[in-house]
């Protein structure tokens, strides 16, 4: 069991003072947040159930989420819009499972939420906050999402990335260069789904530093056959480059299997009033007519519905 001690209480009080910011959170939390300590037990806000999660604040995505109580609030949003009791989410390139805990909390024991994640330190955070929270519904794998069965080559995004935090893996070495390199097994996620019983996908979230080509191809028995509902995607066009892929081909790819693309405002001024809760984070989507009007690093939701981003996951 993983004995490491709870939140110090200088923590839970920056952590409160900076979640009643009006603007600058991100800016006090890595002031405050750089002054370090052991790592410890955190907790998610209770909108996102309220679970523990194994914190080091030298990493900045728990340190984030430790004092703001939220990472990536667009998609935060959209997925506690879309998720509900029952539903399945599978969440690829899972890191230390922040989505994951959210989805668990969102579809319930009833539900399913699998976390596939390449970094052997970061499934192991994954597996220790699970079994903490004692999430049944929660499954690790631990694998590279790709097109075939094997391994790949990756590496590390910060040489000084411990199993404690700065988890990140990367297969390309034009945007990440001194990480320790290792391989990883590979394999296509129809064949893990298949052998976990997992026939469709209420919602895909997916956030694996270029390798989404090839993952979106190991799903596309699912796709062709439109099992999967909605796609939340973060899309990493220079790694995408280095692989022979482009932002373009992975969307028109989608589109052929009929979905429809939405843009996700990544703006700082949206960032915070989302964050915040001062805006209605549909109000952050805008239908994608061009690949070229892509943000530098773009977050996309991809829905078969055809009356709207969200559709009858709007409550």
Known sequence: MDVRPEAPAWVGAAASLIRRLPRGRYRATNLVGRGGARPFWARLPDD?????????????????????????????????????????????????????????????Q???AIAVEADPAACAALRANAARNRLEQVTVVEMAASDR?????????????S?????????????????????????????????????SIDLLKMDIEGGEAR????????????????????????????????AALVLGDLRRHGYQIWAIDH???????????????????????????????PHVLCTLDGDGPLGSARF
């Open 48 to 108: 996102l159930g309220g679970f523990v999660f194994r914190c080091d604040l030298r990493d900045p995505i728990t340190r984030e989420v430790c004092f703001t109580g939220r990472y990536e609030p667009q998609e935060t949003a959209l997925l506690q819009q879309i998720l509900r009791p029952g539903l399945t989410c599978v969440d690829v390139g899972a890191n230390w499972g922040y989505f994951t805990l959210a989805a668990a909390h969102r579809v319930g």
């Open 149 to 161: 069965r094997g391994a790949v080559e990756l590496q590390q995004y910060d040489a000084r990335a």
């Open 215 to 246: 993952a979106l191809a190991g799903l596309a028995q699912r796709l062709g056959s439109r099992r999967i509902e909605r796609i939340l995607l973060e899309i990493h066009p220079q790694h995408l480059r280095d692989q022979g892929s482009s």
């Open 110 to 112: 009833s539900g399913r």
């Open 267 to 297: 703006s700082a001024v949206v960032t915070r009033k989302v964050a915040a809760g001062r805006l209605d984070v549909a109000s952050a989507l805008t239908p994608l007519v061009d690949p070229a009007q892509l943000e530098p690093w």
């Open 163 to 199: 199993q404690s935090g700065n988890y990140g893996l990367a297969g390309t070495t034009t945007v990440v260069r001194d990480g320790r390199r290792f391989q990883v097994a590979a394999g296509p996620l129809d064949r893990t789904l298949d052998e976990l019983c997992v026939e």
